[in-house]
């Protein structure tokens, strides 16, 4: 029950909360909804507790002001939010809901209420898919369910504290591969920045305090640079009568350590930390665009621009509506710093994103349509919820496609611009113009220059597909495409073309199988699939129905024996519990109880790295960095398979890890590089590939190590070999045609099952 001072601390809450109204509550009518919404959702949440122990209500109070006053949108989405629990955590329905506050907000409250139970969408296999699909589908009634949803899930990661830790990473990913870039995606910048910043400090504890307490060291000195930088600019900007604020920031702790982990540098090595933000009050009749030209003009007879790295996006806004220019500037003491500039209209957008578009549309008709991509992307997210696909994780792995944040434009023969992630391929620029125009591409004019449906497209190409009427697609295309519509286009024909093979091929056979008198068994297809390279018997009729094998050796397969193949296994001893067993080519490990364990192709963890366990379908335990995408993929969907992981280290283990190199090239440096490792450090060499051109050499070594600390001394020490100018952790094998993870067994230095 509540005591007097949690009635008081209610009341306090929701008093803040009305405040906070004041601004946007502009009848009796709109006040009577908020507080009859609060009283409705306080007697229904009374006497719940939240993990940290405070009234629950305090929560929805929490996301009704973060709705309010960080957002900007209106009192039915305050109502929605106050009572975006009450369905989910209470005996009251969505019809309860609509007879006593309209069907508007019973809808929005319907969108973010939870399943019940994982599966109620079918070929359900996670519960955590199929809540975010279920929400998305009220995309096409009200954005605001969504943007509703963020600020549940922004105060959620503010209270994550109280959480367990395996809860704590489950959230955490799929804040960061979900929450933070939908955010992005509507133009809610602050909160976008919150939600990775908090996901990083609950991942990544240590690495967040690490720059934290970096970013608190330089706090006096970064500020009096900022005053330095500032100072001159100030002064010119008042002298060319332009009315202005100023400030400086430096950037999120989340990008600071993505540009660590990416570039392989330490914080004092990333160059653009600072970015200063400079808002202008627009004058009449000049458009603001050409204004923001000008204080860069100002801006540049000060400071010397870096010319590759000035973005445009006033007169080309992003697709979620973000405009600005952007530019970096070599500062005082040869420091370099990003200047972005942006009118109040550009600035209060790129505060409260959606919400602010609407704001201006209604103030001004005028004013050019900015939202037309956001609704775009709305409709593309509705075709994607209308396709065949039933199954949520891929419908959200394709809805993740569509959440970009960075972007490239590019543009057709007749001069129309086509916004597309950063990474997207001629392909993609196809599918993105039509789907059919994409199904028949054969290749394309790249300004003017032949290129294959691969290459990869810049800003400011200008493309022309070139098309056949007897091309199609294929299966290799899904590992070059990047967008949601370029794969559920391929996707699409695939599958209809997989079926008719299907079809084709079970009817080959069973008239095979029937000229034979053989009766299709069990028996039959042992010996029929591994000979034709099939896993399935599905398989094996779509490549039969396809013309990639045929029934010729059909009558000697079906002769012979069936042999059995034989697996080399070694053993290990992890704790004084766990006996572990692991195939030596494929890395894999089994318990005595046994849960097999096997090490992730994808990022190749070693001993050292911070790890994450998950169990498959077929209940193998796959070890992950914890910083692996794959890994945050998987949290994000799959939250109820995280297996707490740890290493054990009784015995040595040697695992493969792979390092890139480059220097300059001298005669003698390859045996310098073999001499080190293999002589001064006793470490075994699996792979050695080295290229040469224009006296620069590059290429990779694979290595058996103990751990992450066995690593870190081989890189160091090649690092010092006169000519090495960087060496570097890579991923996985793949990087120059290598294939598989392997573990050499040489002793067990292991992963165990916490």
Known sequence: MFTQADDKLI????????????????????????????????????????????????????????????????????????????????????????????????????????????????????????????????LSDDVRVIIIKLADRLHNMRTLGAMPVDKQMKISSETIYLFAPLAHRLGLYNIKTELENLSLKYSFPNDYKQIVDKLSQTEASRKMFIEKFNAPIIEKLKESGIEFTIKGRVKSIYSIWKKMQRKMVTIDEIYDLFAIRIVFKPIAFVPEKTQCWNI??????????????????????????????????????????????????????AEKGFAAHWKYKERDKNIENREGELDKWIKEVQNALNSPTEDAVEFLDEFKLNLYTSEVVVFTPKGESVTLPKGAVVLDFAYEIHSNLGNKAIGAKVNHKIESLYTPVNNGDQVEIITSATAHP??????????????????????????????????????????????????????????????????????????????DNVDKILRENAATKLIKYWSLQVSNTLKL????????????????????????????????????????????????????????RHGDRIVPIKWSSEKILSYLSVIEVRGIDRMGILRDISSVITGEMDINIRKLYIESHDGIFEGSITVYVKDKKDLGNVMNKVLAIKGIESVKRLETEDHHGASGVTASASGSQNVTIA
């Open 296 to 349: 860069y003009s100002l801006i540049t007879d000060i400071y010397k621009p870096k010319p590759d790295r000035i973005r445009d996006w006033v007169n080309i806004p992003k697709a979620n509506g973000y405009e600005a220019l952007h530019c970096t500037v070599m500062g005082p003491d040869g420091v370099w710093a990003e200047v972005q500039i942006r009118s109040e209209r550009m600035d209060e957008i």
């Open 474 to 551: 294929v299966l290799e295309s899904l590992d070059h495409v990047v967008t949601a519509r370029a794969k559920q286009k391929i996707k699409s024909f695939l599958k209809k073309e997989r079926e008719n093979n299907l079809s084709n091929g079970m009817r080959i056979f069973d008239e095979e199988m029937k000229k034979r008198g053989v009766t299709p068994s069990a028996r039959v297809f042992h010996k029929l699939l591994p000979a034709y390279n099939s896993s399935s018997k599905d398989e094996f009729y779509v490549k039969l129905g396809a013309g990639i094998i045929s029934l």
């Open 581 to 636: 067993f692991g195939n030596s080519t494929k890395g894999q490990q089994e318990t005595a109880s046994g849960d097999k364990i096997k090490i992730a192709p994808c990022c190749m963890p070693i001993p050292g790295d911070e790890v994450i366990g998950f169990r498959d379908n077929d209940g193998e335990v796959i070890v992950h960095k914890k910083s692996c995408d794959e890994a945050i993929k998987l949290a994000a």
């Open 11 to 138: 009341q306090d809450h929701f008093d803040d909360l009305l405040k906070c109204c004041e601004a946007i509550c502009k009848t009796p009518e709109d006040w009577k909804l908020v507080t009859d919404s609060f009283n409705f959702a306080n007697e229904a949440h009374r006497g719940v507790r939240r993990k940290s122990g405070v009234p629950y209500i305090l929560h929805p109070i929490a996301v009704a002001k973060i709705v309010v006053v960080e957002i900007g949108l209106g009192v039915k989405s305050v109502a929605a939010a106050l009572l975006h629990d009450v369905v989910e955590d209470t005996d009251y329905t969505v019809e309860d809901l609509e007879t006593r506050f309209g069907k508007k907000v019973a809808t929005m409250v319907d969108g973010l209420t939870k399943m019940k139970k994982a599966g109620e969408l079918a070929g359900q296999s996670s519960s955590q898919a199929a809540n975010f699909k279920k929400m998305l589908l009220t």
